[in-house]
């Protein structure tokens, strides 16, 4: 089992440049991929994309990839366009004497135009560095999932003790269930006795009758039967290696569904202060369910 939240980071060298990429990852029902890129390698997204999702099948990622010259290698990233910024003087001193502006063009009006300064012709060559790239972020994804799997165990633990809750919460009502029917005969006879009803006794056909409707009416055994299912179900699903987030909050919904229907049966004090109980242990079990992949 694996939590959708962690982060990694990795680092390559290649020709005298740094390559870093930065992973974040936090919880989304499904999968969604945010990648930004130097421009020089906006080309690479798709091939991280699909690294990214051969590793993550759950939640919103983010990559961030980098490159930076090591010491002495600065200079060799930029380049000058000279024509383009001849031609940017040129507009740019026509323009002027055209508004009657004041002022000259300056150098650092220049080295601000757009495409003045490029990055050398070696530099934008993006899939000759996506081996350094792949690697950056083969590392990122290693400790991306190191870190998943270390939250994940957390989880698990903490589910498994909420099942656990339940399943003792489950035991108690399938052990006090066939007692309500008895007690409600019994009460229902007290009614009648201290009603002054002469001549009717237990095996009266009415009274019998109204037993059984009772018993149609809060028999929950169904609803434990089908409870006791999902958590076999869950624990199959822990031993499963693959994602387990969907199945899981699947499952919820279905404990989620008997334990409303249990609660609607209730007739007795004590079930219902355990199908409180498994509301409540089910509630926490589903906003944990929300972190698992």
């Given at each position: 089992?694996?939590?959708?939240?962690?982060?990694?980071?990795?680092?390559?060298?290649?020709d005298?440049?740094?390559?870093?990429?930065?992973?974040?990852?936090?919880?989304?029902?499904?999968s969604?991929?945010?990648?930004?890129?130097?421009?020089?390698?906006?080309?690479?997204?798709?091939?991280?994309?699909?690294?990214?999702?051969?590793?993550?099948?759950?939640?919103?990622?983010?990559?961030?990839?980098?490159?930076?010259?090591?010491?002495?290698?600065?200079?060799?990233?930029?380049?000058?366009?000279?024509?383009?910024a001849?031609?940017?003087?040129?507009?740019?001193?026509?323009v002027?004497?055209?508004?009657?502006l004041?002022?000259?063009?300056?150098?650092?009006t220049?080295?601000?135009?757009?495409?003045?300064?490029?990055?050398?012709?070696?530099?934008?060559d993006?899939?000759?560095?996506?081996?350094?790239v792949e690697?950056?972020?083969q590392?990122?994804l290693?400790?991306?999932?190191?870190?998943?799997?270390?939250?994940?165990?957390h989880?698990?633990?903490?589910l498994?003790?909420?099942?656990?809750?339940?399943?003792?919460?489950?035991?108690?009502?399938?052990?006090?269930a066939?007692?309500i029917?008895?007690?409600?005969?019994?009460?229902?006879?007290?009614?009648?006795?201290k009603?002054?009803l002469?001549?009717?006794?237990?095996?009266?056909?009415?009274?019998?009758k109204?037993?059984?409707?009772?018993?149609?009416?809060?028999d929950v055994?169904?609803?434990l039967?089908?409870?006791?299912?999902?958590?076999?179900?869950?624990?199959?699903?822990?031993?499963?290696?693959?994602?387990?987030?969907?199945t899981?909050?699947?499952?919820?919904?279905?404990?989620?569904?008997?334990?409303?229907?249990?609660?609607?049966?209730?007739?007795?004090?004590?079930?219902?202060?355990?199908?409180v109980?498994l509301?409540?242990?089910?509630?926490?079990?589903?906003?944990?369910?929300?972190?698992?992949?």
């Amino acid at each position: 089992m694996k939590s959708m939240t962690g982060h990694g980071w990795g680092e390559q060298a290649r020709d005298g440049h740094k390559i870093t990429v930065e992973l974040s990852s936090v919880n989304r029902k499904q999968s969604e991929i945010t990648v930004n890129l130097p421009r020089e390698f906006e080309v690479l997204e798709a091939q991280v994309r699909d690294e990214v999702n051969r590793k993550i099948a759950r939640g919103r990622v983010t990559v961030r990839v980098g490159i930076q010259a090591t010491e002495g290698q600065e200079t060799e990233r930029l380049a000058l366009n000279l024509p383009l910024a001849r031609a940017y003087a040129k507009e740019f001193r026509k323009v002027s004497k055209e508004l009657k502006l004041a002022g000259k063009v300056t150098l650092d009006t220049l080295l601000r135009a757009p495409g003045v300064l490029q990055a050398s012709q070696d530099q934008t060559d993006a899939e000759a560095y996506w081996p350094a790239v792949e690697k950056a972020l083969q590392k990122a994804l290693s400790m991306l999932l190191q870190m998943r799997e270390r939250e994940g165990a957390h989880l698990q633990k903490d589910l498994v003790s909420r099942i656990t809750l339940m399943r003792e919460a489950v035991a108690r009502v399938t052990k006090a269930a066939p007692e309500i029917q008895v007690r409600y005969r019994a009460n229902l006879l007290e009614r009648i006795r201290k009603a002054g009803l002469d001549g009717v006794s237990a095996e009266d056909d009415r009274v019998l009758k109204e037993v059984i409707l009772f018993a149609d009416r809060s028999d929950v055994s169904e609803e434990l039967t089908r409870l006791e299912g999902h958590f076999q179900q869950f624990d199959t699903v822990l031993r499963q290696t693959e994602p387990v987030g969907r199945t899981l909050d699947f499952l919820a919904q279905e404990m989620n569904r008997e334990i409303n229907t249990l609660g609607a049966k209730a007739n007795d004090g004590q079930i219902s202060r355990d199908v409180v109980l498994l509301k409540t242990e089910l509630e926490k079990f589903r906003e944990q369910v929300q972190n698992v992949e």
